[in-house]
């Protein structure tokens, strides 16, 4: 499975500069051993230790490996071998991760589909990727699977086996260098869904850094709580079987309230969490003691220096991440431990490329890249063993992403990804200073809208903020929605952030809101914010 690769124009000496000053990240490469031989020998080892846990329901290594072997056996009979796409329609559930172990143990790649996505947006992606077979796990009421659809190449549906079904002999398999894992889709501006390719070296490379940084191992038990559909589900699924530690698996509606979830951390003995920020403001809210967890992930979107100051003072005995990455970078590719001269800092630092990861800080001018000079911000280009293989089935896109890596030749991918964010390397560390996207020119005064909405962000009547771009007349204007911290007036709260800020940077429109809309994954939902101001309704 391969896609073509664009070519980066630089200009003279960028080749240099840009390797003097890029940022490698250190430590030995992840083994290249197989999620399904790891797991298998865990079984072996220690067969009645709980491998999953979800609800009342913990199932063994003995029995988890069973179902792989179950599972692998039904897709067999579909026909899947290895590099085929298998689709799996899944929620989160312990046989959702038997799927994804059984799909990687034939050596074929893994598409999940979230349940909740529009039954269009499902239709069109089967069409367009053409599986070998869809898996329905738990989803045999969902409406494409009661329209039996059926994609050209498809073989059919097929459900998880029945206990006793039977089981088909599985012996752990060699990786292939390069081998297509599983797709990931993300939103693309085209309107269409585009399929992130990552490969084996990808995931088990970012999966490695994890389980080091964050020190896990057999007396952990790691969260699983994004939806099926987002990278990050990939290391919570299969971390904590890697190193034979426990997965719980959270459901939504645990999620969606502090208390609940704080409960729900405190029964299961969570010590490995991940979330978006506003999870974790939730479940600082909840004021519930946690001794067992000693891990928070902060992951999507910016984590706010008050939070991580709440979060250092509320929960004293956990550490602190905040990490930073893209699908098309196989997930996270920089770790930072917070400390508490972070929250004093305007911002927090994404840290330093986790290993076999290299970081360029690039400036575009006029279509032509040079090296960002020290303490200058720039670009952010990923290369090394994380960068994935490009987009299922869309070259153009793939080629104005994904660039052959002129820089290093001994690259294991000979690729780079161009995330399109802004950073800063200081002092060998990375500050994300947002998305390249989010730059707007007001009054001919080119503003980031990410400071913007950090310095407001940090007034003592802010609590969170969003900014937005919107046209009056013609003329770029800047839009603030925010949820008070204290009952001060909107106007004091405008003319504060007027001293704060230069004017070219102050919001036009002010919203006071009770929440601030999300997506499903919890991030900030600008989209729906800037919709406001197009509709004319404030």
Known sequence: MTTPLGRLAVQPGTHRLAVERALRGTGPAAPMTGVWARISRHAEDHPNRVAVRHATLDITYAGFARRVRQMAAALSAQGCTAGDLVAVLMARSAD????????????????PIDPAWPTARVDELLQRI????????????????????????TSGW??????????????PRSAVPGE??????????????????????????????????????????????????????????????LVGGTVAVIDDATLGFGRLLAAHLHREGVTVLEAVPTII???VAARRELPALRCLVSTGEKLEPALAASVCSALPHTRLFNVYGASETSDDVTIH????????????????PIPEVTLYLLVDEGGRWRAAEHGEAGQLW??????????????????????????????????????????????????????????IKVAGVRVELDEVEATIGRLPAVARCAVVPYADNGVTRIAVHYVPATAEPVEAVAAQARLALPTAMVPRRWNCVEELPCNTNGKTNYRELAAIHTKGNL
């Open 180 to 241: 297509a894992r599983y797709i990931i889709h993300t939103s693309g501006s085209t309107g269409r869904p585009k399929g992130a390719i990552v490969t084996q070296e990808g995931m088990t490379n970012h999966i490695a850094a994890f389980i080091s940084n964050f020190e896990i191992d057999e007396r952990d038990v790691v969260a699983w709580s994004a939806p099926p559909g987002f990278v990050i589900s990939v290391w919570q699924m299969l971390a904590g079987l």
């Open 158 to 171: 097929t459900g998880m086996p029945a206990p006793g079904a039977p089981e088909m002999p599985l012996p």
């Open 96 to 111: 959702a991760i038997v799927a994804f172990v059984a799909v990687e143990a034939l050596g074929a790649v893994h598409v």
């Open 337 to 352: 431990c917070v400390q508490p001269a972070d929250t004093e800092s305007p911002r927090i630092p994404i840290g330093r």
């Open 130 to 153: 053409q599986p070998r077979c869809v898996v329905s796990v738990g989803q045999d009421d969902h409406p494409v699977r009661q329209s039996g659809l059926r994609a050209p190449g």
């Open 281 to 283: 403001g939730w479940l």
């Open 382 to 439: 990923v290369g090394g063993r994380s960068v994935g293989i490009g987009y299922f089935g869309e070259p153009a896109l793939t080629q104005a992403a994904f660039f052959v890596d002129e820089f290093d030749p001994d690259s294991p991918t000979g690729r780079l990804y161009h995330t399109g964010d802004i950073a800063r390397f200081i002092g060998g560390t990375v500050h994300c200073l947002g998305r390249a996207d989010r730059q």
